[in-house]
């Protein structure tokens, strides 16, 4: 059974104040916060053995490029990839969806299709623009209902002979929609597509096993997840990643150069030029390990209480709408007020030191296809609590009274 009161002592961040008021930190499908273990390991890697890796016989050096293997081996364990060089650190989410989108120019041609859900992210559905814009392929829209959930039989009606490549997010960062992402990955290869999920949304709530889902990439960023930003995850199964051409040129990721022929290095350094966010990648794996000492299942039978009594609480609002109404949800409540903007629910709750997000959450279509300017989105994580929601409530409420 998982104590909030004990694990919230984790947060130094969770102890301040915002205008006068004690922090309600409820938004972190945008960000997590990070705990003092986190921290320690990065104050330990500035102050004792910050170095460049792979390339020092020296000490510092040495130590370093363990502690960063030694991430990457914890990381591989947690997403339970088949191989360690399957793992490659990049930047977060974004960079390693750009990197796949970029590697996909030469495997397309004119008249190919490549499928998005209408629930996505833009970073999930940009960078697969641009690709059909240098390629000539066709971008095709799984549609969602009035739940939030995308339409299975569209989906279906969508995959043909032409599909070479279908990616979704796990979750949905917008409503919380948990994405029947078994289904999606089976019914695309059976007609010999690729899959990648975009696991940014997830990471922090659901630990995923990518070889059981058969997933060919998945993506991540360690913010999401208690760790720092600027850091994340591409996985990709070993075929993929060998048929993908690099991302970036330079330092790290060459095997031989001259000016004559340049020959790459294998996995994983083929995709990591240039010295990379090296303390990041090492409190990335410092991270993983936190969330699992806690425990997935035990923060999901919570962070589910907490996203049941807060829709509950809610609803008690009268003109209070949610959007995002699937049974197969996580902890995101994303809300209007009858006649009220967004925006001016959110600025008068941070006045009472209550953080939430509000706006289109990088998710136009969603917005577009409900009507609306953008949503209130409050985002439990493991270490908020039901007086939290309380307090988040009687904002709400207050916030109603003054601007109706
Ligand atoms: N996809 C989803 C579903 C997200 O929620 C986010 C972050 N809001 C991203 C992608 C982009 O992640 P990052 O900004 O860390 O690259």
């Known amino acids: 059974m998982l104590n909030a009161d004990h694990i919230r002592k984790d947060f130094p961040i969770l102890s301040r104040q915002v205008n006068g008021k004690p922090l309600v930190y409820f938004d972190n499908a945008a960000t997590s916060q990070t705990p003092q273990q986190v921290i320690d390991v990065i104050v330990d890697y500035y102050s004792n053995y910050n170095a460049n890796i792979h390339r020092g016989v020296h000490t510092l050096s040495q130590e370093a ?10 990381i591989q364990k947690h997403f339970n990839a088949k191989h360690n060089y399957e793992i490659i650190l990049t930047a977060g989410t974004t960079e390693s969806i750009n990197l796949v989108a970029q590697g996909f120019t030469s495997l397309l041609k004119e008249g190919d299709e490549i499928i998005v859900s209408a629930l996505e992210h833009h970073s999930n559905i940009v960078p697969w623009q641009m690709l059909c814009e240098r390629t000539g392929a066709v971008l095709k829209v799984i549609p969602m209902n009035l739940e ?19 990616f979704v997010n796990h979750i949905s960062n917008a409503l919380g929609t948990i994405n029947p992402i078994e289904y999606i990955i089976e019914k695309a290869h059976a007609v010999g597509a690729a899959v990648l999920i975009d696991g940014a949304q997830s990471c922090p709530h659901i630990k995923p096993d990518v070889q059981a889902l058969d997933v060919d990439f998945y993506v991540a960023s360690a913010h999401k997840m208690c760790g720092p930003t600027g850091v994340g995850l591409l996985y990709g199964k070993e075929e993929w990643l060998n048929k993908l051409p690099p991302y970036q040129g330079g330092g790290e990721m060459i095997d ?32 993983v390990d936190y969330m699992n000492a806690i425990g997935f299942e035990a923060i999901a039978t919570y962070e589910n209480e907490l996203l049941a009594y807060g829709t509950q609480r809610l609803l008690e609002i009268e003109g209070l709408k949610i959007y995002g109404t699937s049974a197969n949800k996580t902890s995101v409540i994303s809300f209007n007020l009858e006649g009220i903007h967004p925006y001016d629910v959110g600025t008068l709750l941070d006045k009472m030191g209550i953080a939430v997000r509000t706006g289109h959450h990088c998710t136009q279509p969603i917005m577009d296809f409900f009507k609306i300017p953008g949503t209130v989105r409050a985002s439990f994580s493991f270490y908020n609590t039901k007086a939290e929601i309380d307090a988040l409530v009687e904002g709400v409420k207050k916030a109603k009274m003054m601007l109706s």
Not at 65 to 74: C, G, I, L, P, S
Not at 148 to 166: C, F, H, P, Q
């Open 148 to 166: 939030g959930e995308l339409i299975m039989e569209a989906y279906n009606a969508l995959l043909s002979d032409r599909t070479k490549l279908v």
């Open 256 to 287: 031989q150069v001259s000016f004559e022929k340049t020959t790459y290095a294998g996995l994983p350094h083929k995709f990591e030029a240039g010295t990379p966010n090296i303390c990041g990648g090492i409190a990335f794996g410092a991270a």
């Open 65 to 74: 490029t363990d502690k960063y293997e030694a991430a990457r081996n914890t």
